[in-house]
């Protein structure tokens, strides 16, 4: 069974930095990535990294995220800096397992930048 805990949200001033981890167990994983979905929004992309670790960004979030993986630790990480409101949002943790299609999501972890 596939479980990912994210973690690492919170509340912080614009310009500051937090990082998300989520931990993933119960197999080997394909892409992991991070999205988020602000209230009245439709939930968007924000980065993902395949297992090779070629990544990719939101035009948003460029520059400013850094994603990352252990893969011996079956973890993704998120490194937030110069934070905005904008990016006030929940993020939730996505992968799959090699060689599967199906998606598993966590549960989220709240990210809230006040101005």
């Known amino acids: 069974q596939v479980q990912l805990v994210e973690s690492g949200g919170g509340l912080v001033q614009a310009g500051g930095s937090l990082r998300l981890t989520c931990a993933a167990s119960?197999?080997?994983?394909?892409?992991m990535g991070w999205y988020r979905q602000a209230p009245g929004k439709q939930r968007e992309l924000v980065a993902t990294?395949?297992?090779?670790?070629?990544?990719n960004y939101a035009d948003s979030v460029k520059g400013r995220f850094t994603i990352s993986r252990d893969n011996t630790k079956n973890t993704v990480y998120l490194q937030m800096n110069s934070l905005k409101p904008e990016d006030t949002a929940v993020y939730y943790c996505?992968?799959?397992?090699?060689?599967?299609?199906?998606?598993?999501w966590g549960r989220g972890t709240q990210v809230t930048v006040s101005s």
């Open positions: 996505n992968t799959r397992r090699m060689y599967e299609s199906k998606t598993y």
């Open positions: 990294i395949t297992s090779g670790g070629v990544t």
């Open positions: 119960g197999g080997i994983f394909n892409t």
